[in-house]
């Protein structure tokens, strides 16, 4: 979801049933059918109450780099936090078309990767995380800092079973991946980041 104007947002997607189920939800929530623009990809939405309920609940109004988790879902429980990533993960990840196939989503707010990867522990997934530099996708040739949050072997599995995705065209493409996860060129072990480090802490700790 993105800001557009004053008292205004916007949600975009090309796959036809999620945009359908954002609207759904808009009408069933908020009593309010989003207009669409753009061809139909955008789904905009001009409501002052509306957005000042979603500033409340954490959404804020700041650049994609500035962009966290909104604190109630971070609070909220491990079926709601499913819902969210499942969410997430539709609009922002998707499965790479390269062996080992793997998720991969990216964001260009450092805090937000950092948000995701707590969230993903909750569900005992364990994800690398990457600075990468890119183009904005908003036709810009500048270059900046991305961050790219990836998941492989058994913990692509856990997503399968645990969270999954909205669409059926993704959900489809995970089930491919899930088939090689962990055989052929793949490693069947999880490596969890900075394990050693603590372990060092730990032993240092005990004797």
Known sequence: MSESMQNSFSFSNYDKDVLAEYTGLCEELFGITPKPTK???YLLIRNAYIKRFLNYCGVKNVLSAGKEIPWVILQSSKEIVREYLKTYF??????TSYPPHCLECTTASKR????LKVLLLNFGIVAR????MRAASNGSRNERRYWKIGLTNYSIRIVETEIGFLSERKKLGLSRACETAGSGGGSKIDIVPGAERLLRGLKLGIM
């Open 39 to 41: 061809g139909g990809t």
């Open 112 to 115: 937000m990767s950092e948000q």
């Open 90 to 95: 539709e609009g922002e990840g998707g499965i």
């Open 129 to 132: 995380r990457w600075m990468c």
